[in-house]
């Protein structure tokens, strides 16, 4: 983390044995363990909140591509359904056409012409 090298830290050490003294300085490692500790602590907790934040944003990210996805899927089928349904109109109004719809019982063949030529058709 800060690049100290084990000679610099044994000057330190004798540095805070002159300084500190030699009653005091078991209780000051300590001190200075613990504190070094909460503040490592402290720093995994930030940095996994972080990792958590970028995972929750990407995870928001790809949900909004899925639904991007989901709705350009469902505008497609939905037109063609609605092309379908003009195409199906279309069909029903040629037929109307084509069909005298005001056609007499008289002016319409027999029944039975009707079933020879399907049966004729399927052989």
Do not use: C, W
């Not at 909460?38 to 929750?56: A, P, T």
């Amino acid at each position: 983390m800060f690049d100290i090298a084990f000679s610099e830290l044994v000057v330190i050490g004798v540095v805070a044995l002159i300084v500190i003294g030699p009653e005091k300085l078991p209780k000051v490692a300590r001190t200075v363990g613990l504190l070094l500790g909460r503040v490592q602590r402290y720093v995994n907790g930030v940095k996994s909140d972080i990792s958590r934040e970028l995972h929750f944003e990407e995870l928001q990210r790809l949900q909004n591509e899925v639904r991007q996805g989901i709705n350009q899927a469902e505008s497609a089928v939905t037109r063609e359904v609605d092309r379908i349904g003009e195409l199906g109109r279309e069909v029903e109004h040629g037929l109307n056409q084509s069909l005298d719809v005001n056609a007499t019982p008289e002016s319409l063949p027999p029944a039975e012409d009707i079933q020879e030529n399907k049966a004729g058709k399927l052989d």
